[in-house]
């Protein structure tokens, strides 16, 4: 149990955590024209939407939401730097305060190293001098990320279809928690019935929003169109792999949590779940996506503490003991 008190510590921490990224954001808001594109001018129009990226096109709810935080602050801000700066910083830290409360909320006294290490990974993704762009899906993937971890460790299986579903509005990657489903702690029909319903679910949802938004290759929506061999970036990421300076070296992301969510000892179920989901999603960065910008990690600092808040400050997890098997 939580006292009024211990809650309110844990509160203003979770503010302080909040205000730090607000300015960290702010900072970075102006490096980057995308960022104007996708914070306030992406939605002004549909020929402004029809402009972006077919690979940001279909997180519809993640450009929806700023362009309405935009809309909100441009009532009380007229420089147009300004009102980039303010909107990009106020509604990442909405989202950071957001997934802390639920944190709090979810696992009350422990909370404190949730906080901390998630602000440890979000301060290095968002670090000066290492990236220039920061977008509005960044800290939504990493609430709904969180949001099935704490369904999973309340049991609350059921919901987590629905979190897949509604979180791929913001940011489709969330289609690898699919995998995480098989490793529930329910009898294996009930596990595979689940990872099945939300795979298809997944899919049709995907492509309509695809096609809604006019990408010419529904369901794929990274850069590869037209489809060809250059548009996969393995062999570049293994070489910055190799190349890259230690002190800016992708082993270092997410605060380091992802690497020690990969080393860590234990077989249990919930920690191969954990380690599977990570696996899957660094294996389509490194196909797909660059792996020294580091803020499109966010979605595994979740999963990482997760599993070294359980292994280190004592396991507090779901049955591990398979059901009906």
């Given amino acids: 149990m939580t006292s009024v008190r211990e809650f309110g510590i844990l509160a203003l921490l979770a503010t302080a955590s909040c205000v730090l990224l607000f300015h960290l954001t702010v900072h970075l808001a102006p490096l980057h024209r995308d960022n104007t594109k996708t914070f306030i001018t992406s939605n002004a129009t549909l020929e402004n939407f029809l402009e972006l990226r077919r690979e940001w096109r279909p997180r519809v709810l993640s450009i929806a939401g700023a362009h309405v935080c935009g809309a909100l602050v441009g009532k009380a801000v007229d420089s147009p730097e300004t009102h980039l700066q303010t909107t990009v910083g106020i509604y990442s830290a909405t989202w950071l305060f957001l997934i802390n409360m639920a944190i709090i909320f979810a696992f009350k006294r422990r909370a404190l190293m949730f906080i901390w290490g998630i602000f440890a990974a979000v301060a290095f993704g968002y670090a000066p001098g290492l990236v220039t762009r920061v977008f509005p899906w960044d800290m939504p993937a990493m609430f709904f990320f969180t949001l099935f971890v704490i369904c999973y460790h309340k049991g609350f299986h059921r919901l987590l279809p629905a979190v897949i579903l509604v979180g791929a509005l913001f940011k489709e990657t969330t289609a690898v928690l699919c995998i995480a489903l098989l490793f529930l702690p329910i009898p294996w029909r009930g596990r595979l019935k689940l990872a099945i319903i939300a795979g298809v679910l997944f899919v049709l949802v995907k492509v309509a929003v695809d096609m809604a938004v006019g990408n010419p ?15 996969l970036r393995l062999e570049g990421n293994v070489a910055e792999l190799l190349s890259t300076p230690l002190s800016m070296h992708p082993i270092w992301i997410n605060a380091g949590t992802l690497v020690a969510l990969m080393v860590l000892p234990g077989k249990d179920r919930t920690l191969l779940m954990l380690k599977c989901v990570a696996a899957s999603f660094t294996l389509s960065i490194f196909v797909f996506a660059e792996i020294r910008e580091f803020r499109i990690w966010f979605e595994m600092a979740p999963l990482a503490v997760y599993a070294l808040v359980n292994h280190f400050a004592g396991k507090d997890l779901p049955n591990n003991a398979a059901e009906g098997t």
């Fill in 217 to 231: 290759l529904p369901f794929f929506s990274p850069s590869i169109w037209p489809p060809g061999r250059h548009h």
